[in-house]
């Protein structure tokens, strides 16, 4: 599995403000980022939500001031799924996946 490590060229493109713009013009469209958040001694599961252009957690507290990174923590993300909204009991809303980061910043992937 490749692993998607935020470095500081990642920085600077910020990633996950990126994401949350092409969401933000794909209202019918959630992105689920899977990851790590890396700690001193250990690794703790990161899930971060993506819809009409913000980000929720459901993981690890996230930074809502829109001057700020999203997440202040080192992470890595390692998947990305892409789903149909809104979330229906009887209907499968999974559209696809991909563990390449950049794959999702092209607005053509989102179909």
Do not use: C
């Amino acid at each position: 599995m490749e692993e998607t490590h935020a470095s500081p060229k990642m920085a600077e493109i910020d990633l996950i403000k990126n994401l949350e713009k092409i969401s933000s013009e794909m209202p019918n469209r959630i992105l689920k980022l899977e990851g790590l958040i890396l700690k001193e001694n250990h690794k703790e599961q990161l899930e971060i939500l993506i819809f009409k252009g913000f980000s929720s957690s459901t993981t690890h507290p996230i930074e809502i001031d829109l001057e700020k990174k999203v997440i202040e923590l080192t992470y890595i993300l390692t998947n990305f799924k892409l789903y149909k909204a809104p979330f229906t009991e009887t209907e499968d809303n999974f559209i696809r996946e991909n563990q390449n980061s950049v794959f999702f910043l092209n607005q053509k992937n989102w179909i």
